[in-house]
């Protein structure tokens, strides 16, 4: 099994930066790919950026270059940086590992908030 915790969520003003943790327990780390997703209330859950197991990476386009996704295999954690944040990234957000080889294998952490706010 794969665990993940989502951290480093809270509140920020318009313009302001945060920076998400995802931490995964278990083995194999590497050979996951790792989604970051987010839903707001009374909104659909969207992708936000991908990485790769070989640490390919795709963003949304409503993040127009602010967001930025990383990984550290040897720490078994994924990062997304995320600047210039405004009212609209409010959401909680979701971290998701899919196998590489078995995409049936999926596991999603319970999320962290995000609240963008004057």
């Known amino acids: 099994q794969v665990q993940l915790v989502e951290s480093g969520g809270g509140l920020v003003q318009p313009g302001g930066s945060l920076r998400l943790s995802c931490l995964a327990s278990?083995?194999?780390?590497?050979?996951?790919?790792i989604g970051w997703y987010r839903q707001a209330p009374g909104k659909q859950r969207e992708l936000v950026a991908t990485?790769?197991?070989?640490?390919?990476?795709d963003y949304a386009d409503f993040l127009k270059g602010r967001f930025t996704i990383s990984r550290d295999n040897a720490r078994r954690t994924v990062l997304l940086q995320m600047n210039s944040l405004n009212p609209e990234d409010t959401a909680v957000y979701y971290c998701?590992?899919?196998?590489?080889?078995?995409?049936?294998?999926?596991?999603w952490g319970q999320g962290t908030q995000v609240t963008v706010s004057s």
């Open positions: 998701n590992a899919k196998h590489v080889k078995w995409t049936d294998v999926e596991y």
């Open positions: 990485i790769s197991s070989g640490e390919a990476t």
């Open positions: 278990g083995s194999n780390f590497n050979l996951y790919d």
